[in-house]
């Protein structure tokens, strides 16, 4: 199975409501698709996130970074060598971690097609079926309060709360929260780096001081920030995963040695793939420290990839956030992984098991 070539492609699917964070909202996905082909007829998909807030990729940077210097190292390549089809798409550029990972999930399509065989079987096996959390937009009170306890009444047992704004008003939009679906589903926090350190404290205290109890605070300080991030850990109960603080394998050494978290946030679209996220994997697994996988604002071509991983080391990646698809109106996907609300499940189909992807806007170059 040679490569023969590589094309992108637009892929625009509206939400359902409108994503909001403390860095931005979204009201579409607008994606960007590789689709990479081969002399025996097989496709490979991925797909990348613009998410210039948080890896710096925009749709014009990930378009030229693919077409210009990723794809010519790798047509005729053969599928097989795996390693050193990696290797070129990781030493093509620096940084570009998006690109890198759109390019990589279809390469590890092709490689498991090429043996006939699910993704996460070549990967390692496991239980085809993950359970993910919803996230909760950060809004206005009764906005998420509502919104939470639609999600449960769907079958949530796991929310994300949005947060990060407005100290303060945070801390009330928590405590409502946890009032109104208590004993009914678990709350994490997404700071979304809104906090300073002593904000972060405070708030938790705070919190943790009314008996709101909560499975992790995720990235309450800024990206860069790593002793505040540790000042935080050291200084209360909840545990506080990192996600922007730590895209690669040496960073998440770093943060560990550091004793700066609890938990670390894996996302393709932050490592450039499958194959770092793999090393961050079993790096946390050395040191005992657990794992998220999750994902940006990414349709169920690059999820599916995301939750191939975390059934293949469900070892250390105890928790899912790969809401992505459930926040679609619509799935573009045929085939591949099925999203039914909490419940993800992946069949036997070789690959990511996708056959079509409707709407897909081929790019003209």
Not at 103 to 128: S, T
Not at 131 to 148: G, Q, R
Not at 306 to 317: E, F, G, T, W
């Amino acid at each position: 199975m040679k490569i023969t070539e590589v094309r992108l492609g637009m892929l625009r699917v509206p939400l359902k409501t409108p994503f909001k964070t403390a860095l931005r909202t979204v009201d579409t996905v607008e994606d960007i698709v590789v689709s990479i082909h081969t002399d025996t007829g097989h496709v490979g998909y991925g797909e990348a996130a613009a998410t210039a807030v948080i890896t710096g990729d925009t749709h014009g940077s990930i378009i030229e970074a693919i077409d210009k210097v990723i794809a010519p190292r790798l047509i005729g390549e053969e599928v097989v060598d795996l390693n050193r089809i990696v290797r070129r798409i990781q030493g093509a550029m620096e940084r570009n971690t998006s690109a890198k990972a759109a390019v990589e999930i279809a390469i590890y399509d092709l490689w498991a097609q090429l043996y006939g065989a699910p993704l996460y079987r070549m990967l390692g096996g496991g239980e085809p079926v993950v359970s993910t959390d919803i996230t909760i937009s950060v809004d206005h009170i009764d906005k998420m309060v509502a919104d939470s306890m639609s999600a449960v009444d769907r079958g949530f047992e796991t929310l994300k709360i949005k947060i990060g704004k407005d100290i303060g008003l945070d801390i009330e939009r928590v405590k409502a929260i946890h009032a109104a679906v208590e004993g009914r589903a678990l709350l994490r926090l997404d700071a979304n780096q809104g906090w300073t350190p002593k904000q972060a404290v405070y708030a938790m205290r705070t919190l943790e001081d009314a008996g709101v109890q909560l499975e992790l605070l995720e990235q309450p300080v800024h990206a860069r920030d790593i002793a505040g991030l540790k000042y935080v850990t050291d200084r209360v109960h909840t545990p506080v995963m990192a996600d922007e603080s730590v895209f690669g394998p040496a960073e998440v050494i770093d943060l560990i040695k550091k004793r700066a978290a609890d938990i670390i946030n894996i996302k393709l679209m932050k490592t450039g793939g499958i194959s770092n996220a793999i090393r961050i994997a079993d790096i946390a697994s050395v040191y005992g420290v657990e794992c998220m996988i999750g994902c940006m604002i990414e349709t169920s071509i690059s999820v599916a990839a995301a939750v191939h991983l975390a059934i293949a080391k469900s070892d250390v990646i105890t928790k899912v956030d790969l809401d992505g698809p459930s926040l679609c109106a619509f799935d573009p996907v045929d085939g591949g992984v099925i999203f039914n609300e909490s419940e993800i499940s992946v069949g036997e189909a070789p690959g990511l098991g996708i056959r079509a992807i409707r709407g897909y806007q081929p790019l003209v170059r």
